[in-house]
C-alpha cells in the first residue's frame, strides 16, 4: 500500500499526469480542437464532393446546349417556359404532397 502511494506522489508520476492533462484539455492543439477540425473537414470534403459533381452535370449540360439546338429549345421550353408565337403555353403544377417528403 505504501509502495502504491509512493507511486502515486512520485514528482515524474505527477509531472506526467499535468503534462497529459495539458495536452488534451488546455493546449492549442487539445484533442477536442483537433476532432471538432476532423469534423469540419470532412464536411467540407462532402461538400467538394457535391460540386464538383454538380460542375461535372453543368458541363454535360452546356456542352449539350452548345451544339445541339433541338437539346437548346428543349432547355429553354423546360426552364424558362419559352413558346413559339403561334403556340398556348399549359402549366400543370402538382399539388399533391408526397407524406413520404
Known amino acids: 500500500m505504501n509502495k502504491i502511494l509512493r507511486f502515486f ?3 515524474y508520476f505527477i509531472t506526467t ?9 488546455f493546449d492549442s492543439n487539445n ?4 476532432m471538432r477540425t476532423k469534423d469540419k473537414l470532412n464536411e467540407l470534403m462532402k461538400e467538394k464532393r457535391f460540386y464538383i459533381d454538380e460542375i461535372k452535370k453543368d ?3 452546356i456542352q449539350k446546349l452548345l451544339y445541339d439546338t433541338l437539346e ?8 424558362y ?3 413559339k408565337n403561334n403556340e398556348d403555353l399549359y402549366l400543370l403544377i402538382d399539388t ?6
Open 17 to 25: 499526469v499535468l503534462f497529459v492533462a495539458w495536452l488534451i484539455f
Open 81 to 83: 417556359l419559352m413558346k
Open 72 to 79: 437548346l429549345e428543349k432547355y429553354a421550353r423546360e426552364k
Open 31 to 34: 484533442i477536442l480542437t483537433n
Open 96 to 101: 399533391i404532397v408526397d407524406p413520404r417528403q
Open 9 to 11: 506522489i512520485n514528482k
Open 59 to 61: 458541363s454535360v449540360l
